[in-house]
């Protein structure tokens, strides 16, 4: 049967979902959304995702692909699924991409952001579900050269989940953007990389909070850099203030927007 290659942009709140990854007897956006087009297409289809990302993380712009019948172009694949899709998870956008694109090993980076209130109001049930209430010091210079020092090519071994890459790989990570940024209500972490090993962002957000509460010297991330383990890091922050914002590949993987 011929069939088309086609990408999906998500949005999806990650608080009743136990994290990307199917899982037998748990609720996971990957198996919501193969439901979805399965049934759509009356066989049982296989959907890839970008990156997994952890119980209680949010997107906004995390890309997974699926390969349908040939039939089902890429608008008719997204308003058909957004029909049936459970509210707390939204195709955004859907491209026809060359036969080639493969969803984790095209990307030429993701975007992820860490959102911290630090007003009154962020203990409000409409914000403290996705931002973390932070009443203590949050020293925004401290915290920027923490930030700083994290950019470029380092192995980030110590900022991962001991096992969440075997020990054949380096670790290694391309940091090409991470900078703290005043918005209003609180503050916010942006950070964009080739690639993010397990818990990184949430390591690297609890380190930078310590770092900024005056816990530990901004100095500290570049020794934590030069670590074999996890051993020395900071606990990571919580996981239901993340964001996967968006993922990037190479313009030439496009065939058709939707």
Known sequence: MLSRSV??????????FSGWQRQPRERTVQGVLEAAVSKLCGTSLAIV?????????????????????????????????????????WIAAAFEMRDEFHPRYSAVSRSYSYYVGTDDLASSPFRRTQELVWKKPADLARMAVAAEAIRGEHSFRAFAVKG?????DDHRCTVLHAAWREREGGLAFDIRADRFLHHMVRFLVGTMLDIGEGRRDPGVMAELLAQDDNSKVSQPAPSHALFLERVDYPKDLYLETA
């Open 7 to 16: 990408q999906l942009v998500l949005h999806y709140d990650g608080a009743r």
């Open 49 to 89: 995702g970008a990156g997994r990302t952890d119980a209680g993380v949010h997107a906004r712009g995390q890309a997974a692909g699926v390969r349908v019948p040939e039939k089902w172009s890429a608008l008719a694949l997204r308003r058909s699924m957004n029909a049936i899709l459970p509210d707390d998870v």
């Open 164 to 168: 969440t890459a075997s020990e054949r």
